[in-house]
C-alpha cells in the first residue's frame, strides 16, 4: 500500500562527501513522503543490532567501528513498494557492480563505502524503523500532491 515504509541512511562516506541533499533529492523527486531524518552518531551497539545478519562476517568488526566513526543521515521514507523502489534506486551493494543512475552506481567505488543504506524487505524495514527512530519522531502528514502522484 501506499503507507509503506522503509529506512534509509546516508553512511559516514555520504556525510563526510556532502551528499545528504543529492540523495534527499532523488527520495523527493521520485515522489515518496520523507515521515521521519536526523543525524546522529551511532553507537557500536546500535549497530551490531542494527547489522546483526552480518555478525559472522569476517568484516563485521571493520563495519560497525566505520558506520560508528562519524555521523549518519537517517530518514524514513513512506510510499507505494517504497521498500523495493528503493533498494533499486540506491543499487547493488558493491558500488563496482552498481548501474549508473543508482545511488551507489554514481557516488561508490568500494563496497565499504557505499553511501546509503536501505532496508531490504517489508519486514526489515519494521524491525529497522523501530530500532532508530522512536514513533513520536515519525511524522504522518498530508503531501498536497498525493493525486497527482498516486491514482
Ligand atoms: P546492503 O547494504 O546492500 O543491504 P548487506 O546487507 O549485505 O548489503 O551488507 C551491509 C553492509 O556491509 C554493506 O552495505 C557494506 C558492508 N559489506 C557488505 N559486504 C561487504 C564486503 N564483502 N566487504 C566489506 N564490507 C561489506
Ligand atoms: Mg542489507
Known amino acids: 500500500g501506499v503507507r509503506e ?11 563526510q562527501r556532502r551528499l545528504v541533499g543529492q540523495i534527499v533529492h532523488r527520495f523527493e523527486q521520485r515522489g515518496f513522503k520523507l515521515v521521519g531524518l536526523k543525524m546522529l552518531k551511532a553507537s557500536e551497539d546500535l ?25 549518519l ?22 558500488p563496482a557492480e552498481a548501474n549508473p543512475g543508482t545511488v551507489r552506481g554514481d557516488f561508490g567505488i568500494h563496497v ?19 530500532l532508530w527512530f522512536n514513533h513520536t519522531e515519525l511524522i504522518d502528514w498530508d503531501c498536497c500532491d498525493h493525486s497527482s502522484t498516486y491514482e
Open 5 to 15: 515504509r522503509t529506512l534509509i541512511a546516508v553512511k559516514p562516506d555520504g556525510v
Open 47 to 71: 549497530l551490531s543490532q542494527h547489522y546483526h545478519e552480518l555478525k559472522k562476517k569476517d568484516f563485521f568488526p571493520y563495519l560497525l567501528c566505520y558506520m560508528s566513526s562519524s555521523p
Open 112 to 130: 565499504s563505502r557505499n553511501v546509503v543504506h536501505a532496508s531490504d524487505s517489508v519486514e526489515g524495514a519494521q524491525r529497522e524503523i523501530q
Open 73 to 94: 543521515v537517517i530518514m524514513v521514507w513512506e510510499g507505494h513498494n517504497v521498500v523495493q523502489t528503493s533498494r533499486m534506486m540506491v543499487g547493488s551493494t558493491n
